[in-house]
């Protein structure tokens, strides 16, 4: 059983930048892809970006296209998200999960029973 632990968020203005990062357990990290999603409040969760196992394939959202960055570094079986240039809609609680592709990930994450606590990003304007 896989174990999420999200970390990083906190109150920024608009224009600023944070670091989320995402420590997994449970499971061997460097086999499978990881994601960061978000969810804002009345709203559905949705897909931000996800990174294959090796770090070579990555996806994003067009909302955050050119903004966000996600990494890994499997020796610490931590994934992380650079949020540069952020805007007041980036306001959400954000969440790491994995799959075992990139592909499962984007198409199947409405399905996932388990989430981490997730952590509160907030952009003041």
């Known amino acids: 059983q896989v174990q999420l632990v999200e970390s990083g968020g906190g109150l920024v203005q608009a224009g600023g930048s944070l670091r989320l990062s995402c420590a997994a357990s449970?499971?061997?990290?460097?086999?499978?892809?990881m994601g960061w999603f978000r969810q804002a409040p009345g709203e559905e969760r949705e897909f931000v970006a996800v990174?294959?196992?090796?770090?070579?394939?990555?996806r994003y959202a067009d909302s955050v296209k050119g903004r966000f960055t996600i990494s890994r570094d499997n020796a610490k079986n931590t994934v992380y998200l650079q949020m540069n240039s952020l805007k007041p809609e980036d306001t959400a609680i954000y969440y790491c999960?994995?799959?075992?592709?990139?592909?499962?990930?984007?198409?199947?994450?409405?399905?996932?029973?388990?989430w981490g606590q997730g952590t509160q990003v907030t952009v003041s304007s």
């Open positions: 990174i294959s196992w090796n770090g070579v394939t990555t």
């Open positions: 999960n994995s799959d075992s592709t990139t592909a499962a990930m984007t198409s199947g994450y409405r399905l996932y029973n388990y």
């Open positions: 449970g499971r061997t990290f460097s086999s499978y892809a």
